[in-house]
């Protein structure tokens, strides 16, 4: 729990720019083919943990396809479906009372999905693990998810549309987030890039 390092969201903007820009159209059609299945209520956990499994190995230099943001339907399939349904109510349930319990659960089990696909672990295991880690590492994780809402107004003022140009960005600081967090990555060569 105490292991990872602070988050430093200018160095996740800068790591998540230059991974997403090196392959920029792959992973904005990665990221709208797996969007646009998640439409699909019961696709929804199974495809979001494929996607995060499609940015934390690209994040590892991986080489991955765009068909890997379905590898829920053949790998923990069923510790997704759980995960997702059981966050999902929980926080919907939070949200019921006051809209700040509903936004604690939900950053407190900010990296399930990544922690089933990537990790391996069970739901409840995956939702104990995050809730433990990210209360350690709250206030970085409130900024990050502070930072991710700033990113995806911008794209909302876009048209609307300017929204999915954006999320390929997001999903990689997800994925950097959860390195620093959970460890275990190998970071890419570093660019200087400055936002």
């Not at 690209?58 to 966050?87: S, W």
Request: glycine residues 8%; aromatic residues 18%.
């Amino acid at each position: 729990i105490r292991t990872g390092r602070p988050l430093d969201i200018g160095f996740l903007w800068n790591r998540a720019y230059a991974l997403v820009m090196s392959d920029y159209w792959q992973f904005f059609l990665a990221t709208l083919v797996a969007v646009l299945c998640m439409q699909i209520i019961i696709l929804n956990f199974i495809v979001m943990g494929g996607l995060f499994y499609y940015f934390i190995g690209r994040a590892k230099n991986q080489r991955r396809e765009i068909g890997d943001v379905f590898i829920g339907f053949n790998q923990m399939t069923v510790p997704l479906i759980l995960a997702g349904l059981i966050t999902a109510v929980l926080q919907s349930v939070g949200f019921l009372f006051c809209i700040l319990p509903g936004i604690y659960l939900m950053l407190i089990w900010y990296f399930v999905f990544e922690l089933v696909i990537d990790k391996h672990l069970d739901f409840w295991d995956a939702m104990e693990v995050s809730r433990k880690v990210v209360h350690h590492h709250f206030g970085s994780v409130l900024l990050l998810f502070l930072a991710n809402s700033l990113i995806i107004f911008i794209g909302l003022l876009a048209c609307l549309i300017g929204v999915y140009f954006v999320l390929p960005f997001l999903y990689a600081m997800a994925a950097f987030a959860y390195d620093d967090l959970f460890g275990g990555m190998s970071q890419p060569p570093q660019t200087e890039l400055s936002f």
